[in-house]
DNA sequence: ATAGCTGCAAATGCTTTGCAAGGCC
DNA sequence: GGCCTTGCAAAGCATTTGCAGCTAT
């Protein structure tokens, strides 16, 4: 009864299985749009203006719900770059981004092409979580 | 580790001036308690509650309009860490920041406690505004 | 069967705006 | 006086939540 392209290996169910969530349709839905593809920064208006457009029907708040649950587990990070507007990485490996503060957009930067040579002790008691780099371009 | 000092003669005023921005009561007040001091990081709740508590009678409205203004003459700069919450940093020259996740404090690491190796190119066409390196802190 | 999900709509939190009244030059 | 600012309250957005009904195991 869906419209959903089926691809023969979706890494989509293995991965919701392996964090443990239970692969419900409209996760896997959501899972397919996120992972099945190259890697992207989406907003959680963005991907559920896709779901809908690929006949998947989902509420902007299951999207929400289900895009930090799957940060939760490491499926995706977590960009803030702008007050008020969030975005999600499918991209969780080490590496960093460019902003275009004009259009909005992100950008990666791979890993390699960056370096940060010092990077200062963390305060007393407390643990290094994260590094981020984001350049800004403007023009 | 320090109480904020009283300077005789406020910066304020001067800086105001400098930019071209009218002295009114409400901004040489919120100038005040921003620059008489040394380098912060504050929301405008923040400010709004400080200026209340130092009896500044100022609308939230009017402390959001002042902070965008300082911020477009760059007299502050905004940071964006966390979604839905911005933060002005008086400090305004070349450096980066901690950011405790736990209790959403910002705090400053000095240019020279932190250096980017190698820069990436900006694609054609556009230019780096700026680098922003956030060390995210958690324990 | 039952614990966990989902949709909807209402609520929230931060920020911006419209407009009449007030203040600075 | 004239124009810029301010205050208030209402509007605006992105996001979260409460709860009744649905679903995967």
New binding site residues.
């Given amino acids: 009864m869906s419209m959903i392209t089926i691809r023969p290996y979706s890494q989509a169910l293995d991965r919701l299985r392996a964090v443990g969530?239970?692969?419900?349709?409209?996760?896997l839905a959501l899972a397919r749009l996120l992972f099945d593809g190259c890697d992207r920064h989406i907003?959680?208006?963005q991907l559920h203006t896709e779901a809908l457009s690929t006949n998947i029907?989902?509420?902007?708040?299951?999207v929400?719900?289900?895009l930090?649950q799957f940060t939760g587990v490491g499926l995706l990070r977590e960009i803030v770059v702008d007050?008020?507007?969030?975005y999600f990485d499918t991209n969780t490996s080490d590496h960093h981004h460019f902003f275009y503060e004009n259009s909005g957009k992100l950008c990666d930067i791979p890993a390699e092409m960056i370096a940060i040579a010092k990077v200062p002790q963390a305060p007393e008691g407390m643990r290094i979580s994260r590094v981020e780099v984001i350049v800004r371009l403007e023009g």
Same sequence: chains 1, 2.
Avoid at 21 to 27: E, F, V, Y
Avoid at 83 to 86: I, L
């Fill in positions: 969530l239970r692969p419900t349709r409209q996760r907003s959680a208006e029907r989902v509420s902007l708040a299951t929400y719900n289900t930090h007050a008020g507007r969030s």
